[in-house]
């Protein structure tokens, strides 16, 4: 493969925390306008003060205005509609919300985290993912929902079938609409917005901001309010470096970086799920833990590698650029791109799984 961009934007030393001017909010928790119910909700999870999207992101949530943010992954974005968004449903348990995104893992990822907010609180959700049965999620469907989270592949099909009725919906939530974008459901997304009441709320999340982007913000969004706390492009606690590989085997490169004590917690991007799938299997071998999660598995049996991999039963997780998104676990040490990404932007999405919620973080590029 041809390289395609300048390697020293692989390169950076990160900064060290002290430096960087401490973000004040101008909230607590405590401060939002949201029932008392869902903030002990908040304060249970060791939420006290909100990051910057949440910040900025939550009061117009709730004062119902169609929102744009544009944030990296690790910001905290999920939790900025969310938290509005069940106390919206709590003023009035008719409410549905509808919330579209790229992945499985970001799907199930978001549904766990609305679970925690909303114990106890009587409000109900369903998952709507490709790789798991259909007949499930038709059962679930039927019952009565405030939440429906779902890829737009299989929530088309649902749709189709007349088993969802996005008429009822008046809140949509678009996250990381920039990779569904790259993942080509440009026509699911507009097919099912087509489907919604026009007037309604719409919650707009994105990492990167292109003409493609600007266009879908256009044609979903009224008046919209726009929040971007995008620091640069890659995490400045990101230490970044590249490794020539050369002449020798690259396998053996890397077994000699997984070897050393510091790499506890590894996430290896591959290009093909059949490299990937070779990659693991060639590591166990080795004798290291490893998974591997990419689109020929179910979502059983990648839930299940992710699983592992956070309760710390695995060294090294190997993915697919499109498997990984929506991985959400905390102290990944390192993440190494064994395979070049195809583009720079593949690659701030890839290194943001490390350096998270302030800690520091490596990323390594294997360049032959």
Not at 77 to 84: Q, S, V
Not at 177 to 202: C, E, N, Y
């Amino acid at each position: 493969m041809k390289q395609f961009m300048d390697l020293s934007k692989f390169v950076n030393k990160a900064v060290i925390t002290e430096q960087v001017p401490n973000f004040k909010p101008e909230h607590s928790f405590l401060d939002f306008k949201v029932e008392e119910r869902l903030k002990a909700n908040i304060l249970k999870k060791g939420y006290t003060d909100p990051t910057p999207i949440q910040d900025r992101a939550i009061p117009h949530v709730l004062a119902g205005q169609d929102v744009v943010g544009v944030a990296n992954t690790g910001t905290g974005k999920t939790a900025a509609f969310l938290i509005p968004l069940i106390d919206k449903v709590l003023k009035n348990n008719k409410e549905k919300i509808l919330i579209m995104v790229p992945t499985r893992e970001l799907a199930t990822q978001i549904d766990d985290e609305l679970r925690e907010f909303a114990l106890m609180l009587s409000i109900f959700s369903v998952c709507c993912v490709g790789g798991a049965p259909i007949s499930r999620q038709i059962s679930n469907l039927r019952r009565i929902n405030n939440f429906v989270i779902g890829t737009p592949g299989r929530l088309k099909d649902l749709v189709e079938r007349k088993c969802l009725n996005l008429a009822e919906f008046k809140t949509v939530v678009l996250d990381e609409a920039d990779r569904m974008l790259d993942m080509g459901f440009i026509h699911d997304m507009r097919f099912m917005m087509a489907k919604m009441p026009s007037v309604r709320q719409t919650l707009f999340f994105s990492a990167t901001m292109s003409r493609d982007v600007e266009v879908l913000i256009k044609d979903f969004l009224r008046d919209p309010v726009s929040i971007s706390v995008k620091t640069g492009d890659t995490a400045k606690s990101i230490n970044q470096d590249i490794i020539r590989v050369g002449a020798r085997n690259k396998l053996d490169v890397l077994d000699e970086l997984l070897k050393q004590s510091d790499f506890t917690r590894v996430l290896i991007f591959g290009r093909t799920k059949h490299g990937v799938e070779r990659l693991k299997d060639d590591l166990v071998k080795r004798g290291f833990k490893s998974e591997s999660i990419h689109g020929n598995k179910n979502q059983g049996k990648r839930q299940r590698a992710l699983d592992l991999f956070k309760s710390n039963h695995l060294q090294v997780l190997v993915a697919t650029d499109v498997a990984a998104r929506g991985i959400d676990v905390s102290d990944i040490s390192h993440v190494i791109n064994y395979d070049l990404p195809s583009t720079y932007e593949d690659y701030i999405h890839r290194i943001g799984r490390t350096g998270r919620a302030g800690k520091k973080g490596k990323a390594l590029t294997f360049v032959e």
